[in-house]
């Protein structure tokens, strides 16, 4: 603090010599020593306001979004300086708003390099603050807690697969990981549902069951509204139909926290949980992970300085693969510099502190989810520099958490697991220049951009598999259904019928849903063919699709591959159309076509075995929600003193497996968790919400 407290007073002294509209004196100057004194006065002031009245100031902006509220950590600063300014006495310190800010800034930075410099490192100073606060100075003794029962801590790097910490692990990307391995933690793979997305994934693994999760987004027929997994109204009614169907809270229902999360668990201590932030008012307890962190001003400062190098480190990444031409490359400006440092860095600085407070206070579950990886891995592929420097920082903050389980007040075990893992490829319009909806709405007759007329058919590297008949019937589909007038817009001139709705199509990755919100049930393959001939063959034998899933009057259910192939789904297996997606493809296509809500026609894009590329149907070149590839393989990694996952020879085999598994260790470590009763499962008319822990009103999506 004395040394803070001196570079801070120098640093003011420098700054009032350079900046005109700062000052330290008084008009008719001042010595050197009452100048200094005065400065001296200035830094103590303001840091002692920022200890005083920085918690408060974050608490009244709580329910400001949590980027907005990192980014006016400057301008609060500011604010504070001025009023350190005024109490210095003889009205001798003075600057205009503008002013503070920058000098407020400047002396933030600098205390926080100072404060740096003097530890060995940014988190052992971190975790040195933690533990003065917490007054756990000393390592827990072993003979303080013989007998006592062990807390677990379940650790979600969200998006890392089964084959990206293999090769972290071998490249010496992630030491503590390794660490583990060599003493004997367990690593095991196992495999998504057909909807490999955290949605999904993230609901089986705390809440027991993901039916009727067809994907990241989907429309639904009886209630008119599309559903989108990280939406909070969305996320608060799957976790409520999850515990309707399962009679359960979820996994966390005993003593647990729920931080970084799409869903709670059950848990009653949450901070940043989708499904909570979808009440509004002063006590949603969503927020309260921010609060807790950003009211120790150090935090913010430390956060703060991250944040802004973490954008700076994305603009140099994107400008040097513009400059290398890299490709496959999609756009990574506007906003995207600060959603990926807010993923990056605030997301995991809030979540790993609040883990490490859950320990410290000794809870018996804690799921936390660090989604640094999946974010960046989005936009610039799940290989390469980019995401290795993710992944190393993502093994210090396991390394940190680790160390700070030393001074726990019980035992902890720590598991890391992943929700599914990401699939690189060009993306579909990049491939074949143009979207998926382009091409249903060229199948369907509908009005089209002109840019469709002169698309691509596929290079060489994406037609494997699919023969020259198949592509040529597409391509005589495609040019029949766009071989209209078009007006001086680009767009055909003819329109369907006005008692046809237009097809709603929306993509998970590398799935797209197709649904006709006019037919009220789901549509089937002859009703589909009636209206719109060209649309399934269009579809199923272009080249960068791999298979469609459509309902079939007459055989149930059916699968749509190239060159004609058909199987009703009651007889597919892992050979077929779905052969070149690998072992359980068929299963996981039969669980799906089963739920309430599937979409009309389920489109799969195309898979490359040899490369592992797929084609999303969105701008993203590291993508996952469909089959194909090693999104589909996540990982289970848990310490030797718990039982296997699986007996030798078995695989494990979709989220909601994965949830049996922790929550019978749960029970080895803690004894039973209690579900909820009768009464609560099955809540009276008129109060769905008292399923949920908090209080307030939903606030509803706005579909769009």
Not at 46 to 72: C, K
Not at 284 to 293: E, H, I, K, V, W
Request: proline share 7%.
């Amino acid at each position: 603090m004395a040394v803070v407290w001196a570079v801070s007073t120098l640093t003011l002294l420098l700054l009032a010599g350079l900046l005109p509209d700062f000052q330290l004196q008084s008009a008719d100057g001042d010595s050197f020593t009452r100048t200094s004194l005065t400065a001296a006065w200035a830094a103590g002031a303001f840091g002692l306001l920022g200890a005083l009245v920085w918690p408060l100031i974050v608490r009244a902006l709580l329910l400001v979004p949590a980027l907005v509220l990192g980014l006016l950590g400057f301008f609060l600063n500011g604010s504070l300086l001025l009023v350190a300014l005024w109490l210095i006495p003889d009205g001798r310190g003075a600057a205009n708003p503008e002013t503070a800010v920058v000098v407020a800034a400047a002396m933030s930075a600098v205390a926080s390099a100072t404060s740096t410099s003097l530890a060995v490192r940014d988190d052992e100073a971190y975790r040195r603050r933690l533990y003065r606060l917490t007054g756990r100075t000393r390592p827990r003794d072993p003979g303080d807690t013989a007998g006592a029962l062990p807390g677990t801590v379940f650790l979600q790097l969200d998006g890392v697969g089964h084959h990206v910490l293999r090769g972290a692990v071998a490249d010496g990307l992630m030491p503590t990981v390794a660490d583990w391995l060599d003493a004997g933690h367990r690593l095991t793979p196992w495999r998504t549902d057909w909807s490999s997305q955290t949605g999904a994934s993230q609901l089986g693994i705390l809440h027991g069951s993901n039916e009727d999760v067809p994907a990241f987004r989907w429309y639904e027929k009886d209630t008119g509204r599309i559903m989108v997994s990280n939406r909070p109204a969305s996320a608060v009614e799957l976790q409520r139909r999850a515990v309707r169907r399962t009679g359960d809270a979820g996994l966390l229902t005993v003593d647990g926290a729920s931080r970084g999360n799409l869903f709670s668990g059950g848990a009653d201590q949450l901070a940043l949980v989708l499904s909570m932030a979808a009440r509004r008012g002063p006590r949603n307890r969503s927020r309260a992970g921010y609060f807790a962190y950003f009211s120790d001003p150090a935090n913010a400062v430390r956060t703060a300085g991250s944040l802004v190098a973490e954008c700076v480190r994305e603009m140099v990444q994107s400008t040097r693969a513009l400059l290398r031409r890299e490709n496959p490359r999609v756009s990574r400006g506007g906003l995207y510099p600060f959603v990926r440092a807010f993923a990056t860095v605030v997301e995991r600085d809030v979540v790993v502190s609040a883990v490490m407070g859950d320990m410290l206070a000794g809870r018996t579950a804690v799921y936390a989810d660090l989604v640094a990886y999946d974010e960046v891995a989005h936009h610039s592929g799940p290989h390469g520099r980019d995401t290795d420097q993710v992944l190393k920082r993502l093994d210090r903050a396991i390394a940190l958490i680790a160390t700070v389980a030393e001074h726990a007040p019980r035992p902890y075990r720590i598991v890391l697991l992943s929700d599914h893992g990401q699939s690189p490829g060009e993306t579909f319009e990049s491939a074949y220049g143009l979207t998926l909806k382009d091409l249903v709405r060229a199948g369907c007759g509908l009005p089209v951009p002109r840019r469709v007329r002169r698309t691509r058919w596929g290079h060489p590297q994406t037609e494997s598999g699919g023969g020259s008949e198949g592509r040529d019937a597409a391509r005589d589909a495609l040019r029949s259904a766009l071989h209209r007038p078009v007006d001086e817009s680009g767009e055909t001139a003819r329109q369907l019928p006005a008692r046809l709705s237009e097809p709603v199509v929306l993509a998970s990755g590398n799935l797209g849903l197709v649904s006709f919100p006019d037919v009220p049930h789901r549509m089937t393959r002859e009703e589909i063919d009636r209206r719109h001939p060209g649309l399934l063959r269009t579809l199923a034998h272009h080249p960068g699709i791999g298979f469609l899933l459509v309902a079939s009057a007459e055989h149930g259910s059916v699968v749509l591959g190239r060159d004609g192939a058909e199987v009703p789904v009651a007889e597919l297996g892992d050979d077929g159309p779905l052969a070149v997606f690998g072992p359980g493809a068929a299963a996981a296509v039969r669980r799906t076509d089963g739920f309430p809500h599937v979409a009309d026609i389920m489109v799969n894009s195309m898979y490359d075995p040899a490369t592992g590329r797929v084609h999303a149907f969105e701008e993203q070149i590291g993508s996952h929600g469909g089959l194909g590839g090693e999104q589909s393989r996540a990982f289970l990694l848990s310490p030797p003193d718990l039982s296997p996952p699986v007996a030798p020879g078995e695989e494990l085999v979709g989220a909601e497996q994965v949830h049996r598994v922790l929550r019978s260790w749960l029970r080895e470590s803690s004894g039973p968790q209690v579900p909820l009763g009768p009464l609560e499962v099955s809540p009276p008319a008129g109060a769905p919400e008292s399923l949920l822990p908090v209080d307030g009103p939903v606030a509803p999506d706005k579909n769009h």
